[in-house]
């Protein structure tokens, strides 16, 4: 029993700092194990590259085994190149609960690209949109009163919306892509029943590039870095994809964790993956792991008369 009663109060204890974090020096945005396919998501200069519609889904259900309280996400994207405007537009829609406290954002891109040569494109985007941060749920009191009695708990439903500005640029070869961006670009604070959280900026970072073994695999090396100025996340990516449908690799996460990736397209059009995260920081002793999904569906456009300047797809996107 008091094995029992000490477990309970250390999961409640993480699960408290984990709430808790937004207010210290943790980084914001969430964390994405299969980033090489969503780089959309943070980088609005991406939208419409490749020649492709692309609307994606991504759940991610974080250290399991926490309990009520462990990161939880959903992330929506639609994007496609609109040749009138040179370039491409896009809509992100995301939804971060993290114990009590959640995180819901839409934002609406657009990216102007351009021919550096035959083989070479540049990008440049720009996200607009608004984010809803505030509280909801039931607090689990000592008293049972959902933290009435408590002045520093924030009232359950209390929100605020602010702006938000996110910016980015993209260089991409056949089969070799690089990109740079920022969310959060103006920093907006919101304010909901006396708590103060400011939306900090984050720095992305994200390469990848292909590398043919034979006419059967293909390597997918990777890297993403992500960083709000205070604590940096760096993730190595390599993906194998053998066949026409088949693909899968692995993900060293520095500190944090060891991701095996696998993935199925059903066909042309619609992917499947799935992410596990074997957790390998001070958390693992009450994580059971992380888990992610996405689906994807995406089509080939192109405007009357254009001829096709890319035969292949790099699959990070």
């Known amino acids: 029993m008091q094995r029992e009663r000490m477990h309970f109060m250390k999961k409640n204890l993480c699960i408290f700092f984990v709430t808790l974090s937004p207010f210290v020096f943790a980084q914001q945005d969430p964390q994405f194990s299969l980033n090489m396919f969503n780089i959309y998501s943070v980088n609005p200069a991406f939208s419409g590259t490749y020649d492709q519609f692309k609307a ?5 259900s974080q250290w399991v085994g926490f309990g009520p309280g462990a990161p939880v996400t959903q992330h929506v994207s639609v994007e496609a190149p609109v040749y009138a405007l040179h ?12 114990g009590n406290e959640y995180n819901r954002g839409i934002s609406l891109s657009y990216a102007y690209q351009t021919k550096l040569s035959k083989k070479s494109e540049l990008g440049v985007g720009l996200s607009i949109g608004f984010v809803d941060v505030g509280f909801d749920g039931d607090w689990l009191t000592p008293q049972n009163d959902q933290g009435q009695s408590d002045p520093s708990i924030p009232a359950l439903g209390s929100n605020d919306v602010v702006p ?25 604070e919101a304010e909901y029943d006396g708590v103060y959280f400011q939306l900090r900026k984050h720095h992305y970072l994200t390469m990848g590039w292909n590398n043919d073994v034979n006419n059967e695999l293909v390597l997918r090396p990777s890297f993403h870095i992500k960083t709000d100025e205070v604590s940096t996340q760096i993730d190595f990516n390599v993906n194998a994809e053998y066949g026409e449908n088949l693909w899968g690799g692995v993900t060293y996460r520095l500190d944090d964790a060891v991701v095996i990736i696998l993935g199925y397209d059903i066909n042309e059009n619609i992917k499947f993956g799935y992410a596990y995260d074997i957790t390998t920081s001070d958390l693992k002793s009450e994580s059971s792991g992380s888990h992610e999904i996405l689906l994807r569906y995406s089509f080939k456009m192109r405007p009357r008369g254009k001829v096709p300047t890319h035969y292949r797809n790099i699959r990070y996107n």
């Open 87 to 98: 370039g491409g537009v896009g809509v992100n829609v995301l939804n971060d609960q993290v």
């Open 56 to 60: 994606l889904a991504i759940h991610r």
């Open 164 to 188: 938000d500005l996110g910016l980015g640029v993209y260089y991409r070869m056949k089969d070799f892509f690089l990109g740079y961006s920022m969310t959060h670009v103006n920093q907006s």
